[in-house]
Nanobody
Framework: QVYLVESGGGLVQAGGSLRLACRAP???????????FAWYRQAPGKQRDLVAT???????TYIDSVKDRFAISRDNARKTVYLQMTNLKPEDAAVYYC????????WGQGTQVTVSS
């Protein structure tokens, strides 16, 4: 189990940007480097969905609705995965979670993203 801490959420107007961060403060670097990660999101009353993934060799994947707006990246030296979100839309509002890809059973608290129209 890799302990992950999400941060960076907040309230933003539609069209705005946020950068989420996912840190693995208790992992040793070699373990972090060996993992693929993903961002997921869960809107009120909906299931948690995959948003983006990044492999060990930094290859990203995205769901169609965020392509060209979101960018996932990783900084192995800082043991951190980022999700840069631009041109945010009200439908992007959700609690965003970071986990492995595929996900481990335990989830963190996530970080809330609110987008006002």
């Amino acid at each position: 189990q890799v302990y992950l801490v999400e941060s960076g959420g907040g309230l933003v107007q539609a069209g705005g940007s946020l950068r989420l961060a996912c840190r693995a403060p208790r992992s040793i670097t070699s373990v972090f480097n060996s993992k693929s990660f993903a961002w997921y999101r869960q809107a009120p009353g909906k299931q948690r969905d995959l948003v983006a993934t990044i492999s060990t060799d930094r290859r990203p994947t995205y769901i169609d609705s965020v392509k060209d707006r979101f960018a996932i990246s990783r900084d192995n030296a800082r043991k951190t995965v980022y999700l840069q979100m631009t041109n945010l839309k009200p439908e992007d509002a959700a609690v965003y979670y970071c986990n492995l890809d595929p996900p481990q059973p335990d989830w963190g608290q996530g970080t809330q993203v609110t987008v006002s129209s």
